[in-house]
């Protein structure tokens, strides 16, 4: 199966500008996240519609949290520990793809059991955003992926050079927020991330 590149919203960008650099990396992702945790409905709903006239594919894209306007707007939906349960969601939007975040083997078995479609783990290096916080490393990304069958996309202070580490883990992808956003030319970022995942996708 070919490895994932998913690029999450950090929350500071404005919509605007996220929308810009996903439409810049378009051709190297296969998810945009809607992360904004901050923003009203309306505004996700804009965001939307920002997307789609940068040229992101409806299927490309997710929305953090909110499966009402997930729903309004036929995308994804990503849960996390505060959000619906899956198997909630999975009850009333059966064509709804739903990805969820979990922080242990027995968060991702519940998921999976639940009926996500694919779970976000992290954070798997020291990041700025988990200041403090220990990272969760390769060794916890290794024993979750041998606990479900679902595609398991790993996050967290994820470089390209680090990206054969990851996938030896298990891991089939890898979500992004810094290394592409905060890119001097997130094209190329974007380029080189996914080059690294198909690389060693084709051995």
């Known amino acids: 199966m070919r490895k994932q590149l998913h690029v ?3 929350g ?8 810009e650099i996903a439409g810049e990396v378009e051709p190297f992702a296969d998810r945009f996240h809607l992360r904004e945790k901050h923003r ?3 505004e996700l709903y804009e965001g939307v ?3 789609c006239n940068e040229g992101i594919p409806i299927h490309k894209i997710v929305i953090n949290d909110r499966v009402d306007v997930a729903w309004a707007c036929k995308t994804g939906a990503h849960l996390a520990f505060h ?3 899956v198997r909630v969601v999975k009850t009333h939007f059966l064509d709804m793809p739903i990805g969820c975040s979990v922080h242990s083997s027995e968060e991702a078995e519940e998921a999976a059991k639940q009926g996500a479609d694919y779970i976000l783990f992290g954070h ?3 990041t700025d955003s988990k200041k403090g916080i220990p990272p969760r490393g390769t060794g916890s990304l290794e024993a979750l992926k041998k606990a479900v069958e679902i595609p398991v996309m790993a996050i967290g202070g994820i470089k390209p050079e680090r990206v054969p580490e990851v996938l030896e883990a298990g891991a089939d992808g890898i979500a992004v927020m ?3 956003l905060q890119a001097k030319d997130p094209a190329e970022a974007a380029k080189l991330f996914s080059k690294k ?7």
């Open 197 to 203: 995942l198909n690389e060693e996708g084709e051995k």
């Open 49 to 51: 519609k920002l997307l």
């Open 40 to 42: 009203t409905s309306r």
């Open 178 to 180: 810094s290394g592409i």
């Open 83 to 85: 959000s619906l349960p």
């Open 8 to 10: 999450i919203s950090d």
């Open 124 to 126: 798997i290096f020291e």
């Open 12 to 19: 500071k960008l404005s919509l605007e500008a996220f929308a």
